[in-house]
T-cell receptor, first 113, second 112 residues
Framework: KAGVTQTPRYLIKTRGQQVTLSCSPISGHRSVSWYQQTPGQGLQFLFE?????QRNKGNFPGRFSGRQFSNSRSEMNVSTLELGDSALYLC???WGQGGETQYFGPGTRLLVL | QKEVEQDPGPLSVPEGAIVSLNCTYS??????FMWYRQYSRKGPELLMYTYSSGNKEDGRFTAQVDKSSKYISLFIRDSQPSDSATYLCAMSGGSNTDKLIFGTGTRLQVFP
């Protein structure tokens, strides 16, 4: 079974631009969660989508948004990029039931100059 | 106070040593506990999954949960250089809307 895939793997942007990252979950998984990982803050939860609806949200500004499509693929968008948005963005998929494990993709490494 | 506390390390041990990695937590509603391993420039991969209190063993890895003390541990026996990675603990309650809460990760280096 194919794992979680994320595209692109690496991205360089400049301040003020916007970026869209994509995640394809494991086949059959209906939940996709997004995380930001930085050396200083660790893994921080952005949001979770389940069956095309945002089910949970972390404490990030409105510049961070996401969506999920009917095939469970998900995208996240960051508008008006700031230097501090440089990070590894990870998505994780699961069936969507409480207490279950999440399976991570390889991440998209974003560098904002 | 963070919900999950984990010593960031780094922890440096010789090959063959027994490694103990730990997390403490404050939310008594947590019932599901996981350990992930993350190699440099990769996504985290699930290592161990336990429910409620007790021990679980898988090869060289043993996960322990002590809910009364709000303390979880991961033991690695006969550590290998290939175990060098960052280890993240994660936990959640049982509801569909519960987030998975991660520790900040402990960096482990096993030297030959």
């Amino acid at each position: 079974k194919a794992g979680v895939t994320q595209t692109p793997r690496y991205l360089i942007k400049t301040r003020g631009q916007q970026v869209t990252l994509s995640c394809s979950p494991i086949s059959g998984h209906r939940s996709v969660s997004w995380y930001q990982q930085t050396p200083g803050q660790g893994l921080q939860f952005l949001f979770e989508y389940f069956s095309e609806t945002q089910r949970n949200k972390g404490n990030f500004p409105g510049r961070f948004s996401g969506r999920q499509f009917s095939n469970s693929r998900s995208e996240m968008n960051v508008s008006t990029l700031e230097l501090g948005d440089s990070a590894l963005y990870l998505c994780a998929s699961s069936w969507g039931q409480g207490g279950e494990t999440q399976y991570f993709g390889p991440g998209t490494r974003l560098l904002v100059l | 106070q963070k919900e999950v506390e984990q010593d960031p390390g780094p922890l440096s041990v010789p090959e063959g040593a027994i490694v103990s990695l730990n997390c403490t937590y404050s939310n008594s509603a947590f019932q599901y506990f996981m350990w992930y391993r993350q190699y440099s420039r990769k996504g985290p991969e699930l290592l161990m999954y336990t429910y409620s209190s007790g021990n679980k063993e898988d090869g060289r890895f043993t996960a322990q949960v002590d809910k009364s003390s709000k303390y979880i541990s991961l033991f690695i026996r006969d550590s290998q250089p290939s175990d060098s990675a960052t280890y993240l603990c994660a936990m959640s309650g049982g509801s569909n809307t519960d987030k998975l809460i991660f520790g900040t990760g402990t960096r482990l280096q096993v030297f030959p």
